[in-house]
């Protein structure tokens, strides 16, 4: 099964950046999806940025679009969320998500998800 682990969040200033780190283990196919959601407390969950193993393509919500990047590794089963000029309100919960074959950003279930990770973001 396919487990993942997050790294990368913390605390930065409004402008400022952070990426964030999502390891796979037990991936054995090379084309599925990859994910990254954000919740704040009292908030339901928003999808951030996906992309898809098989052609490299990706999918921003319209609120992050041109700030934050979605990429992998493809050697090391990583996926990466580089957040750049960052907003308070990107303060949330982060999650990665991963699952097989080309998965919408909307779709209502993905496979497996990560722990989270915090991101806070001050004025």
């Known amino acids: 099964q396919v487990q993942l682990v997050e790294s990368g969040g913390g605390s930065v200033q409004a402008g400022g950046s952070l990426r964030l780190s999502c390891a796979a283990s037990?991936?054995?196919?090379?084309?599925?999806?990859w994910a990254w959601f954000r919740q704040a407390p009292g908030k339901q969950r928003e999808g951030v940025a996906r992309?898809?193993?098989?052609?490299?393509?990706?999918y921003y919500a319209a609120s992050v679009k041109g700030r934050f990047v979605i990429s992998q590794d493809d050697a090391k089963n990583t996926v990466y969320l580089q957040m750049n000029h960052q907003r308070p309100e990107d303060t949330a919960q982060y999650y990665c998500?991963?699952?097989?074959?080309?998965?919408?950003?909307?779709?209502?279930?993905?496979?497996?998800w990560g722990q989270g990770t915090q991101v806070t973001v001050s004025v």
């Open positions: 037990g991936v054995t196919y090379s084309r599925y999806s």
């Open positions: 992309m898809f193993t098989g052609d490299g393509s990706t």
């Open positions: 998500a991963h699952d097989p074959g080309y998965t919408l950003l909307t779709h209502t279930t993905w496979r497996y």
